[in-house]
Nanobody, 116 residues
């Protein structure tokens, strides 16, 4: 079992920055990939960025050049640095971890609100 703890999020003006972090814990974690997804009101959850173990990062076109995903803490923490935020980035952001036998784990979500 993998337990995820998210931090960050909040309210920011357009053009501002926020940083999200998510730490995975559990016994004998074998992490395959970590990432962030988001869900805006009335919309489906969508991929923001992923960082698979030992592979290159992947970004949604809408955030390329503005968001940066990284892993720290021996690879058990994933962070999302969000710069040049836009009102359309407003959403609940969810941490995602794929571990073990390709089991998906989700954080509870953290709200990011960008005011215009």
């Amino acid at each position: 079992q993998v337990h995820l703890v998210e931090s960050g999020g909040g309210l920011v003006q357009a053009g501002g920055s926020l940083r999200l972090s998510c730490t995975a814990s559990g016994s004998r974690i074998s992490i395959i990939s970590m990432g962030w997804y988001r869900q805006a009101p009335g919309k489906q959850r969508e991929l923001v960025a992923t960082i698979p173990s030992g592979r290159s990062t992947n970004y949604a076109d809408s955030v390329k050049g503005r968001f940066t995903i990284s892993r720290e803490n021996a690879g058990n923490t994933v962070s999302l640095q969000m710069n040049s935020l836009k009102p359309e980035d407003t959403a609940v952001y969810y941490c995602n971890v794929i571990a073990g036998s390709y089991m998906n784990y989700w954080g509870k979500g953290t709200l990011v609100t960008v005011s215009s």
